[in-house]
């Protein structure tokens, strides 16, 4: 391909959950009743707050891809996701709604396998469109409590942005597709859990003969020897079959990128998406990286490495994301964060949550896209964008300014342990913006240190509000640590 129709990555983006449940946590609260789950104890998992999903850690990625980038080229949005919270309605505009993306953007999802992240990539990446699509695999992944799977799985999202010319980072060099009805677990719709099959025969009848296979094809049609790949990663199958793998590729063990089990957990769909990630994070300019998504057959995709990673300081990747930790080992918090009890909260949570649908849709820019208001009188930047500026009283002054990506520190706090909160205590206090703006918020993902007035705040898409009774999530904004 010459250069000017080279196609490939053009930016890229993760996020991981900050709370981290230790797996000790885990296999002691099950130890009188499955003491074997102490031989998957060691390292960590992800953990969702009960504020987060799989369109919330979707807005994360994509800011984190779309950090420093002209959002107003995005000409589609796919998100790929085994476990988006709503079935008949399209959760990926939504993502896009919040990171503000052109309403003329085509916005789909992408399910029903764990390698349709891989899937939604080599898609972008063979259409011949204008403007830059936006790929981002996202899961909040759920187990059966008790199980091996309750230790092994995670929480996460990946995000990419496909285009061509110039600023491609990784050319995408070729894939190989193969699907067979080999079934290695199922949930069917409307299940909390998967159904989980053996594991030697996923791994010596499934992975051993269909991965490498494909892989091999691949290779042989693009003119590639084992020894050109200096990144390979895989996702799906039971612990090590990534090694496994390459081993019969004839790839060096060095080459295989670490599987994230001891830092995130196995995370679905979005997991090829983190090991590209992963990959893109540390590949030299003539790199080969070659990611597999295994399941009812297999995915693979290659990329070489054209140039540097451009200095992006505000983004964090999987590397910042995974750094970015909060320990956790009170393991009945990730039951109740995810609706496997039910606790007595009291009568202040005995409240109706009812969204207006009409004010919802004509304040969509400032709930969704955290826009408010500049006066163009004074230049007084305020939330939420009103009729009349707060500092000048001018009148229909207002300009939309949004301020997800601004400067901001506590002003004031409290730590409320008497009003309802899913996860108590509830964080509220004044933010200071950096532009002016001051906004009475929540403060979530605050580490055992505390708050302090003057403590560096960001800005993260969370549920606000959970609808119990009409089964809607209210979206908004929140305050969280930079630190």
């Known amino acids: 391909m010459t250069p000017s129709t080279t196609r490939g990555i053009t930016s890229f983006g993760a996020f991981v959950p900050r709370r981290r449940l230790q797996r000790a946590a885990i296999a002691a609260a099950h130890a009188w ?92 990446c063979q259409a011949e469109t204008s403007g830059e699509r936006l790929v981002i695999a996202s899961e909040k992944r759920s187990a059966k409590p008790g199980s091996a799977q309750e230790m092994t799985t995670g929480c996460g999202a990946g995000a990419v942005t496909v285009g061509a010319g110039g600023d491609v980072i990784a050319r995408f060099v070729g894939s190989e597709t193969v699907s067979v009805p080999f079934i290695d677990h199922f949930r069917r719709a409307g299940a909390d859990f998967d159904y989980g099959w053996e594991e030697r025969w996923i791994r010596d009848e499934g992975i051993a003969k269909i991965v490498p296979r494909a892989a091999a094809r691949l290779l042989e049609r693009l003119g590639l020897a084992a020894d050109r790949i200096a990144h390979f990663g895989m996702s799906g199958g039971p612990a090590k079959s990534d090694a496994a793998v390459a081993k019969l590729l004839k790839i060096a063990p060095e080459k295989v990128l670490p599987d994230l089990a001891g830092t995130v957990g196995e995370t679905g769909a979005a997991h090829p998406l983190l090991l590209l990630v992963s990959a893109l994070e540390k590949a030299k300019a003539g790199d080969v990286i070659l990611i597999a998504a295994f399941g009812q057959g297999c995915e693979i995709a290659a990329f070489e490495m054209l140039a540097p990673v451009p200095a992006v300081g505000a983004r964090r990747g999987l590397a910042g994301s995974i750094a970015r930790r909060i320990e956790e080992t009170a393991y009945l918090k990730l039951l109740s964060n995810d609706g496997h009890i039910e606790l007595d909260w009291g009568m202040r949570a005995e409240t109706d949550h009812k969204t207006a649908m009409t004010q919802l849709y004509r304040s969509s820019d400032q709930i969704f896209g955290f826009v408010g208001g500049q006066c163009s009188a004074c230049n007084a930047v ?84 959970r609808d119990h009774l009409r089964g809607w999530d209210r979206y908004f904004w929140k305050a969280s640590p930079l630190n």
């Open 33 to 124: 009743a499955f003491p074997g789950l102490k031989g998957l104890a060691k390292g960590e998992r992800a953990m969702c707050g009960w504020d987060e999903d799989a369109i919330t850690m979707a807005v994360e990625a994509g800011r984190d891809c779309l950090r420093g980038r002209d959002v107003g080229v995005v000409s589609s949005l796919t998100l790929a996701s085994t476990t988006a919270p709503y079935a008949d309605l399209n959760n990926a505009v939504l993502v896009g709604s919040a990171l503000r993306l052109p309403a003329s953007m085509s916005a789909s999802d992408l399910g029903g396998s764990t390698r349709a992240g891989l899937s939604a990539l080599i898609a972008a």
């Open 382 to 465: 305020q939330f939420p964008r009103l009729p009349t500026c707060v500092n000048c009283g001018a009148s229909d002054s207002q300009k939309p300014y949004a301020l997800a990506d601004e400067p901001a520190k506590v002003a004031t706090h409290t730590a409320d342990w008497l009003q309802y909160s899913p996860s108590p205590p509830l964080y509220m206090g004044l933010v200071q913006f950096d532009v002016g703006a001051r906004v009475l918020m929540e403060i979530v993902d605050v580490g055992p240190s505390g708050l302090e007035v003057g403590t560096p705040l960001g800005m993260s898409f969370r549920k606000k509000e």
